[in-house]
């Protein structure tokens, strides 16, 4: 599967936030956990890729109660950094944190977690994840990465063990560059072809991801709800925009003449022009959240 620096997930967490805030009130957590626990007073969460933990942060104080988490991600150096990001957020925001042998606790206003980490490569051993007991199995940012059969083996695993589903920040294929120059067509063009490449699962849905899923959820008896949770990076509004901007241009970039080589000259003038008005530049980044019940 393919990696993601720490330096990276934290770059991106502002906005997820932002954008998944954005959506919050169509999903109506609060009162899906308490449907899912049913008579169960611990919710049983399932966060696939978690990365650093970006999904727990999120949700654990939206779900509320008591909740009992198991991350799982391929990557060992992800995990090793889970703790100490998990202490400075908890830290950050007034909550408690604890680690024990193998696992950690959060506790917040209204909401406990117990997080337990698990080191397995999705792409090469779904059947290696514990999908028994969860209630909620979740993911942030993975649907667009994988292949329609890959999906298909994740949804009937989910399907059997009787979870919901919660699929957060999947592209959906909208960018707007404000203001616009001579290139973004090209850019994006490419740079959604790359998306379609394998990353690991096979070959990517890429932007086709949302429309995949929520065509085959119901099929299998789900009801699904989708809600827009758009990143708005804004080099114009906040300071912070410059850093996340030199990196959508340039990672858009890359993969474009990756994608392309012999537009390498081309594409590497369209960086350029974008670097040279970086502190005039919005971006907007299309995503869907999909919630399967």
């Known amino acids: 599967m393919t990696g993601f620096s720490v330096d990276w997930l934290a770059l991106r967490e502002p906005y997820d936030r932002e954008a998944r805030g954005m959506a919050a009130d169509s999903l109506k957590l609060h009162s899906l956990a308490a449907r899912l626990r049913g008579g169960v007073p611990t919710l049983a969460v399932l966060d696939l890729a978690c990365g650093t933990g970006a999904n727990l942060r999120e949700l654990a104080p939206r779900l509320a109660g008591s909740q ?162 758009d990143w708005h990076i804004d080099a114009v509004g906040e300071a912070r925009a410059a850093a996340m901007l030199t990196a959508m241009v340039e990672g858009m970039g890359a993969a474009a003449i990756e994608q392309d080589p012999t537009a390498r000259s081309s594409v590497s003038e369209w960086i350029q022009r974008r670097i040279d008005v970086l502190d005039k530049t919005r971006l907007g980044i299309g995503h869907q959240e999909i919630l399967a019940v």
């Open 68 to 229: 009992r988490w198991t991350v799982v991600d391929h990557d060992p150096k992800l995990l090793e950094a889970l703790p100490g990001l998990l202490a400075a957020w908890a830290s950050a925001n007034g909550f408690s944190f604890q680690v024990k042998a193998a696992s950690m606790r959060l506790e917040g206003p209204g909401w406990t977690a117990e997080v337990h980490p698990v080191c397995i490569d999705l792409a090469l051993d779904l059947g290696a994840v514990p999908f028994a007991g969860s209630r909620l199995v979740t993911a942030s940012a993975l649907l667009d990465l994988v292949s329609a059969s890959w999906l298909d083996a994740l949804f009937g695993r989910v399907r059997s063990a009787g979870a919901a589903m919660l699929f957060a920040l999947s592209v959906d294929g909208r960018v707007t560059w404000d203001p616009p120059i001579a290139g973004d067509e090209e850019v994006d063009r490419l740079f959604a072809a790359h998306q379609r490449r394998d990353k690991g699962f096979g070959p990517a849905l890429g932007v086709e991801a949302v429309g995949v899923a929520t065509r085959r959820l119901p099929a299998m008896g789900y009801e699904v709800v989708r809600a827009t949770s």
